[in-house]
């Protein structure tokens, strides 16, 4: 199976941009979602698809992709956006479908 | 309102067996493939396992296979993980999660539950 790969963490001034990113094989045949996860609770998905935000998602938080690198942006990034995001996609490089998840990059806003 | 909620954690011994379950509600559940999830203590996410809508389809992370196995009850709107052969890698964190496929390319987990801890100890 693939492996998806995150920097392990990033931090980022109140009110700036900043970038999170995903690099996996996997990449190239599907979309990366996003979920993100503080401490205690469970997982929340936050972008999906090209670049789609469920209800309730701020509009600071979106998606791209290009090749085997899926990003997750977010603009203008505020207190309660600190947290561990993780990308997740399907794989079917080996042989059954699975699904993999990258090892998560923990966000601090200073 | 759409919700999961897990139950039937706990400690066990290794080598013993657990069996945990996933409620659903607000949803309709036999239309949705749904996952296991799990994370061991201080670590990150790591799919289990998942099962189609009809449940004819299952699928397992290799750490998992062969000791843990998949099911769901439809009538019940209940989703399951026999878990045998249990070791203390397998303390964690079990999350069950609605699925969703759109076009074959677009692959997400829009539901979660809250959780529910076993923990693998003598």
């Known amino acids: 199976s693939s492996e998806l790969t995150q920097d392990p963490a990033v931090s980022v001034a109140l009110g700036q941009t900043v970038r999170i990113t995903c690099q996996g094989d996997s990449l190239r045949s599907y979309y990366a979602s996003w979920y993100q996860q503080k401490p205690g609770q469970a997982p929340v998905l936050v972008i999906y698809g090209k670049n789609n935000r469920p209800s309730g998602i701020p509009d600071r938080f979106s998606g791209s992709s290009s090749g085997n690198t899926a990003s997750l942006t977010i603009t203008g990034a505020q207190a309660e956006d600190e947290a561990d995001y993780y990308c997740n996609s399907r794989d079917s490089s080996g042989n059954h479908p699975e699904v993999v998840f990258g090892g998560g990059t923990k966000l601090t806003v200073l | ?122």
């Open chain 2, 1 to 122: 309102e759409v919700q999961l909620v897990e139950s039937g954690g706990g400690l066990v011994q290794p080598g013993g067996s657990l069996r945990l379950s996933c409620a659903a509600s607000g949803f309709t559940f036999s239309s949705y493939a749904m996952s296991w999830v799990r994370q061991a203590p201080g670590k990150g996410l790591e799919w289990v396992s998942a099962i189609s809508g009809s449940g004819g389809s299952t699928y397992y992370a290799d750490s998992v296979k062969g000791r843990f196995t998949i099911s769901r009850d439809n009538s019940k709107n209940t989703l399951y993980l026999q878990m045998n052969s249990l070791r203390a890698e397998d303390t964690a964190v079990y999350y069950c999660a609605k699925e969703s496929v759109v076009r074959g390319v677009i692959y997400y987990m829009d539901v979660w539950g809250k959780g529910t801890t076993v923990t693998v100890s003598s």
